[in-house]
C-alpha cells in the first residue's frame, strides 16, 4: 500500500483518483510515502523519514520547508494555474470593490430594516456611495504568472490600462499575454504610472516586504494595492502609514493582519482566492496527479524544488537517484552501475537550482540491495528508489 498522508480537507474529486486498493489516503496515518495539503503550515520535524513527496493543492509553498525538504530528497509539488481563475475572478472583485463603495452602500441598506421610505431614502443617499470607474484606469499586473497573466487580460477586457511588470516572465506566460499589456521594466515607474497595483507573486526572502515606504514614496497619491498572493509581500507598517496619509487609498488583501484591522481603506478579505468549488477541485486532482505519477514512475512534473523529469516506461526495474549537482556524478552513478553489471536500456538526466535528477531504466528486472546501498554511500546523493522489479 501506498500511503498519502492529508494535511488539510481535500476535494474528493482528486482523492478518489488515488485507487484505494493501491492507496491508503488517511489524515491520521503512520509512516507516509507523500503527505497532500493546503494551506497547513508544515514544521519540518512534522515530516516523517518516510515521506518521499509533498504536494501542495495549490501555487505558493510558503508553508512548507522546501529547503529542508530539497537537502532531504523530498520532491514538494505545486499546483500553477489550477486555481488561476478563482483567483482572478475575486481579483476583479477586489478592484470593484475598492472602487464603488459597495459593502459601505449595502452596509447602510441592511441597517435600514425599519426604514417605511426605503426607496425614497435609497435615492436621496444614494450620492454618500458614489464611486468611480475602472475603465480607463492604469492598473500594474505584478508578477506575470498564471495568475497575473489571466488578471492582465482580464483587466484589458475591462478598459483598463495594464502595465505588466516580471522580470522573470515564461515565454509561456508571454505568449499568453494580450499584445496591449505593456511592459514596464522599473517598479518604481509602475508605482508612479498606476492608479492601482496587483501582485502576483510568490513569496521568497526576495520578495518579502516588496511593496515598503520606499516604494510607496514613488506611488500615485491614492493608489489602490490589491494582494490577493501573500501578506508578506507588502510591509504592514509602511502601508499603515501610506493609507493614513492618504497615499493609497485602499488595501485590498486575502491575508488579513491584526495591525490592519479596522484602519480606513484595508480591506481583509479571509484567505479566499482559490476557494471555489472548481478551483479545489482543479488544484486536488493536478496535485493527485503528480503525485501518483512521481511514486509509481518516479516522474516529475511541477515541482519546486526538483527539475522537470520524464521517461517513458519499459519491462525491467527503474532506478531513481537525485543528487546535489556537484562534479561527476552522473559518472561515479553509472559506474556503480557498470560494476554491478547493470545494463541501461534508456535514461534520463535533468538539473536545475542544484540539484541533479536521473530516471534510469534497466534491462534487469532487479536492482540489488547491495546496489542501492553502494549508490546511497555516493556523498551528495540525495535520494534513490527502485521502481518495479
Ligand atoms: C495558493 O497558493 O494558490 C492559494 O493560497 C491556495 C489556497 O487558498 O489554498
Redesign the pocket.
Known sequence: MIKIQTR?KISPVGLDLFERNEYEVAGEISSPDAVLL??YKLPENEIDTTVKAIA???????NIPVDACTDRGIVVF??PG??ANG?KELVIAGLLLSSRRIHEGMNWVSGQTADENLSKNVEKEKSSFAGSEISGKNIGVIGLGA?GVLVANAAVNLGMDVYGYDPFITITSAWNLSGRVKRTESLDQLMATCDYITLHLPLIPDTKNLINAEKLKAAKTGLRILNF??GGLVDTAAVKTALNDETVSHYVT?FPDPELLGVKGVMSIP?????TAE??DN?AVMAARQLQDFLENGNIVNSVNFPACSLEPADGARLIIANKNNQNMLDRILAVLAGEGLDIVDMVNKHNNGIAYSIINLSASHISAETMKQLNAIEAVVMTRQIGG
Open positions: 488539510n493546503r494551506s501542495r493543492a495549490g501555487a505558493g509553498v510558503n505545486n499546483t489550477a486555481n483567483v495568475i498572493s501573500r486575502d484567505h479566499l482566492g482559490a476557494s478551483a479545489e488544484c
